[in-house]
Nanobody, 118 residues
Framework: QVQFVESGGGLVQAGGSLRLSCAAS????????MGWYRQAPGKQRELVAI???????TYAESVKGRFTISRDNVKRTLYLQMDSLKPEDTAVYYC????????????WGQGTQVTVSS
């Protein structure tokens, strides 16, 4: 069964940095597209960044230039380097390897809380 375990969150001041990790297991191949998503209190879950098996990445406009997504296919681990953090980045961050056709998500992990203080 697919499992995602996110880690690396915490409390940081605005302008600071964090690096999130996501260990994926149970049928996720190196060719799967993987992504980071976040959900702030009272808001819907939103896409932060995705990366293909070949390493091509796409970012939400709100994080472009500040966040960097990467993956280690040997370790089956997804990363998100977050720099120049802002209070509006406060959310629970999740990783997933969405299905393409039909589009959908695999079971979510517990996520990791990121809190940015002003």
């Amino acid at each position: 069964q697919v499992q995602f375990v996110e880690s690396g969150g915490g409390l940081v001041q605005a302008g600071g940095s964090l690096r999130l990790s996501c260990a994926a297991s149970g049928g996720i191949s190196n060719m799967n597209v993987m992504g980071w998503y976040r959900q702030a209190p009272g808001k819907q879950r939103e896409l932060v960044a995705i990366i293909t098996g070949g390493g091509r990445s796409t970012y939400a406009e709100s994080v472009k230039g500040r966040f960097t997504i990467s993956r280690d296919n040997v370790k089956r681990t997804l990363y998100l380097q977050m720099d120049s953090l802002k209070p509006e980045d406060t959310a629970v961050y999740y990783c997933n390897a969405p299905y393409a056709d039909p589009f959908g998500f695999r079971p979510w992990g517990q996520g990791t809380q990121v809190t940015v203080s002003s």
